[in-house]
């Protein structure tokens, strides 16, 4: 596996859980969705693979080394993070933060051609790039983040709420992107309030409840026979179209 969590306890302070006992997997080549509501602890525990967020008890590994390693570093292991935030710099021009992506990077003669490859996956930014970050939309402002992401050659890409607040037609771009990068085998966690279009194009799915316990997990189809999950969402999984 990819990335392997199994069994994290994350909390705040001495009281505040977040996440609790929480078990989930990440193949080599899978788009593994996190599903659930506001509070579920789903960003949390992305941070915690990050290693922003220290594990109580537990273990999350990447590619069977520990995150809590002194030793671990998220840029030796491949793994990029796109946050909620976006976490661009603003007062940079989006060109400046493509660069940036890279900068870790010893294969140098091949960052033009990778800086190529995501202007041509998303073309406003080739558009924007001599404009300031901080002047691009909320949707033009994620499309950098990706690709900036992207531009590390990641061994796995997180996608925290990469849809969050924007317009319809941005959305639909950002998950024919993330169809487009499982299709080239990119391992994937995305997680994702928007259940249904996070089902149709995921492989598997985690459906997670505050406080960060796992309701239930598997395709879309496992997940409809679950009466726990379908009464959660509010639908059946098994109702949506998968794109696969």
Same mark, same amino acid.
């Given at each position: 596996?990819?990335?392997?969590?199994?069994?994290?306890?994350?909390?705040?302070?001495?009281?505040v859980r977040a996440v609790q006992g929480c078990s989930l997997d990440v193949g080599e080549g899978e788009l593994v969705s996190l599903i659930g509501q506001n509070g579920a602890g789903k960003s949390t525990l992305v941070k915690a693979i990050m290693g922003e967020v220290p594990v109580a008890s537990g273990s999350i590994t990447v590619d069977g080394a520990s995150v809590a390693s002194k030793s671990y570093s998220t840029i030796r292991a491949g793994v990029s993070h796109v946050p909620e935030s976006r976490g661009?710099?603003?007062?940079?021009?989006?060109?400046?933060?493509?660069?940036?992506?890279?900068?870790?990077?010893?294969?140098?003669?091949?960052?033009?051609?990778?800086?190529? $490859?995501? !202007? &041509?996956?998303?073309?406003?930014?080739?558009?924007?790039?001599?404009? *300031?970050?901080? %002047?691009? /939309? =909320?949707?033009?402002?994620?499309?950098?983040?990706?690709?900036?992401?992207?531009?590390?050659?990641?061994?796995?890409?997180?996608?925290?709420?990469?849809?969050?607040?924007?317009?319809?037609?941005?959305?639909?771009?950002?998950?024919?992107?993330?169809?487009?990068?499982?299709?080239?085998?990119?391992?994937?966690?995305?997680?994702?309030?928007?259940?249904? $279009?996070? !089902? &149709?194009?995921?492989?598997?799915?985690?459906?997670?409840?505050?406080? *960060?316990?796992? %309701?239930? /997990? =598997?395709?879309?189809?496992?997940?409809?026979?679950?009466?726990?999950?379908?009464?959660?969402?509010?639908?059946?999984?098994?109702?949506?179209?998968?794109?696969?």
């Amino acid at each position: 596996m990819v990335l392997r969590i199994e069994d994290v306890h994350l909390q705040y302070g001495s009281s505040v859980r977040a996440v609790q006992g929480c078990s989930l997997d990440v193949g080599e080549g899978e788009l593994v969705s996190l599903i659930g509501q506001n509070g579920a602890g789903k960003s949390t525990l992305v941070k915690a693979i990050m290693g922003e967020v220290p594990v109580a008890s537990g273990s999350i590994t990447v590619d069977g080394a520990s995150v809590a390693s002194k030793s671990y570093s998220t840029i030796r292991a491949g793994v990029s993070h796109v946050p909620e935030s976006r976490g661009i710099f603003a007062s940079l021009t989006v060109g400046e933060n493509l660069r940036l992506g890279a900068v870790t990077r010893k294969d140098k003669a091949q960052v033009a051609a990778d800086i190529e $490859r995501e !202007l &041509e996956r998303f073309p406003i930014l080739r558009t924007y790039w001599n404009r *300031g970050a901080s %002047l691009l /939309s =909320g949707g033009e402002q994620q499309q950098l983040a990706i690709a900036r992401a992207l531009l590390l050659n990641p061994r796995i890409l997180l996608l925290d709420e990469p849809t969050l607040g924007l317009a319809p037609i941005v959305v639909d771009l950002i998950f024919d992107v993330v169809v487009a990068l499982r299709e080239q085998g990119m391992t994937i966690l995305l997680v994702e309030q928007n259940a249904v $279009r996070s !089902l &149709e194009v995921s492989d598997r799915s985690y459906v997670l409840q505050a406080p *960060g316990k796992v %309701l239930g /997990s =598997g395709t879309a189809a496992e997940l409809g026979r679950m009466p726990a999950v379908v009464e959660y969402l509010g639908f059946s999984p098994a109702e949506v179209g998968v794109t696969r």
